[in-house]
């Protein structure tokens, strides 16, 4: 019988897989929104942290940059 | 001979969509008819020109048989713009064949015009009255300067600092599309569209204004078919003459005072007499969108170390480059401008693209730099779209996982129903598995149902 999981389907490279992997494994286990690791550049996630991933790689982007004062 | 040489297709397109009953109006006006006679194709131009002194129907296979076999679609593309701008009708009896006639209206309008030539209703005014004519140059100066006041009201419309004196009608076309106001405390700011049209060539940017203007001219009960006639036949004067303002209806008089403060016209008045002058960017008005003005001077310089030189002493350019670039030194006829990571991420923020960016800073390059291929360096262009897709590099999709299929062709047979629909994201034929895209999960579920029966 055919199952269907309802989420969100994330293509990027990856390095930036890596990193999601990495935020996934770092929270507790009722808060991991991992559902499926596709492959090393696919990942399916459930629907809601769609803006939590964004904003996660932004304050990792922006811990590596420098501005000159 | 006048500067016209192609309408914009956008004009056309706005002539187009005019209901029947404006159209006839609008083809009143012989001007408008030359007007519409040149933006179309040579070959509609040839069939509209034939047809200008036959009064009877001619039937569509004579106009297959003015054409090459291997012209067919260009004819068919002739025959539907004509039929779209109502200058010919068709007549489809049931016994005979279709036939075609031409717009009465048209047809007597433009006889006229062949015959006796373009007279503008209105004659320059005597140079005894109109003493002092500005020049040419100065009346392109003029132009400038109000455009670029009206371009920097846009950008510092929160501090509104320049009394507000454009019209009501204006400033609706800016709230439009442009800015956008919170609440009515707050200063509007500026919306992502507002950013891109400030990249924009100036021909553009009039004609979205003008296209704005127009849109929201029914709202305001101006007339859209008076309004486009006089455009129009605004673009057939010569620039630099004066025309005097009694000859204009009341209605034509409020739109004059509109395009004054755009820079389209330079009203004046003398002692019993007030006149307007039509600038450069009225006559441009019929020039052709596909023509790049390259006739503006450029004034960026671009180097390999990612800094900028404008040498313009405008506030708009140096407005525009510090929604880009960071100023790092500003002189009276130079600025000096550094292109970095954190003022791109800002403007990337407010909207703006990489492309526009780019293709801004090579259409407004200096004299210099212009000849040079390419004239923005490639390290920077190719940085500033890297520095884009890095903003991007995760790509989120709402799909579904489908698991647990009982058979190879079961799976095989979702897939390509996926497929079909465009909706497949990714499979794994190993382990059976599925994603596909959530606007197909209904008819998925449908479609599966119908397999296991």
Known sequence: MVSAIKGMYISCDIPMAQYIIHMNNSLPQSQRFIIHVLDNTHLFVRSDVGGMIKSAIQTFREQNTYEKP | ?453
């Open chain 2, 1 to 453: 001979m006048p500067q016209v040489k192609i309408v914009a297709k956008n004009f056309m397109d706005m002539v187009a969509s005019l209901p029947a009953r404006k159209l006839e109006k609008l083809y009143d006006n012989s001007f408008i008819c030359e007007a519409i006679l040149r933006s179309m194709t040579p070959l509609a131009k040839k069939y509209v020109i034939q047809l200008l002194y036959i009064e009877e129907p001619v039937t569509a296979k004579w106009f297959e048989e003015w054409v090459l076999p291997d012209g067919a679609s260009k004819h068919k593309i002739a025959i539907d713009r004509l039929l779209q701008l109502r200058i010919l009708a068709e007549n489809v009896e049931r016994k005979k064949e279709a036939t075609f006639i031409m717009n009465k209206t048209f047809q007597r309008n433009l006889q006229k015009h062949v015959v006796h030539g373009g007279i503008l209703p209105r004659e320059p005014m005597p140079l005894n009255i109109t003493v002092r004519l500005p020049s040419l140059e100065d009346l392109n100066a003029y132009a400038a300067q109000q455009w670029e006041s009206f371009l920097l009201h846009l950008i510092n419309s929160s501090e509104a600092e320049k009394s507000t004196n454009l019209s009501s009608s204006i400033m609706k076309v800016f709230q439009r599309g442009l800015l956008s106001q919170k609440d009515d405390k707050e200063p509007p700011v500026l919306t992502e569209r507002g950013f891109q049209f400030l990249l924009m060539d100036t021909n553009a940017q009039l004609w979205y204004i003008i296209r704005g203007y127009i849109n929201n001219s029914e709202d305001r009960g101006v007339d859209t078919a008076d309004l486009l006639s006089f455009l129009l036949e605004l673009s057939f004067h010569v620039t630099g003459k004066a025309y005097n303002l009694n000859t204009l209806s009341d209605l034509q008089q409020i739109i004059i005072k509109d395009l004054a403060d755009l820079g389209l016209v330079l009203l004046q008045q003398g002692r019993k007499e007030s006149w307007f002058i039509p600038t450069k960017l009225a006559t441009n008005l019929s020039v052709s969108l596909a023509e790049t003005s390259s006739r503006k001077q450029g004034f960026v310089v671009v180097e390999t170390n990612f800094r900028l030189y404008a040498y313009s002493s405008s506030k708009l350019h140096s407005e525009i480059l510090r929604l880009f670039s960071r100023i790092e030194y500003q002189l009276p006829n130079l600025t000096v401008a550094a292109i970095i990571k954190e003022s791109l991420y800002k403007a990337f923020q407010n909207g703006i693209t990489a492309e526009q960016i780019i293709s801004f800073l090579q259409q407004n390059a200096h004299p210099l730099v212009a000849d040079k291929i390419p004239s923005v360096p490639e390290n920077v262009t190719d940085q500033i779209r890297l520095w884009e897709s890095d903003l991007n590099r995760v790509e989120m999709t709402p799909a579904h996982i489908y698991d647990g299929f009982p058979s190879t062709e079961v799976f095989e047979a979702a897939c390509d129903f996926a497929r079909e629909h465009g909706c497949l994201l990714w499979e794994n034929s190993k382990k059976m598995r599925l994603v596909v895209k959530a606007e197909l999960f209904a008819q998925m579920r449908d479609y599966l149902h119908k397999q296991k029966q």
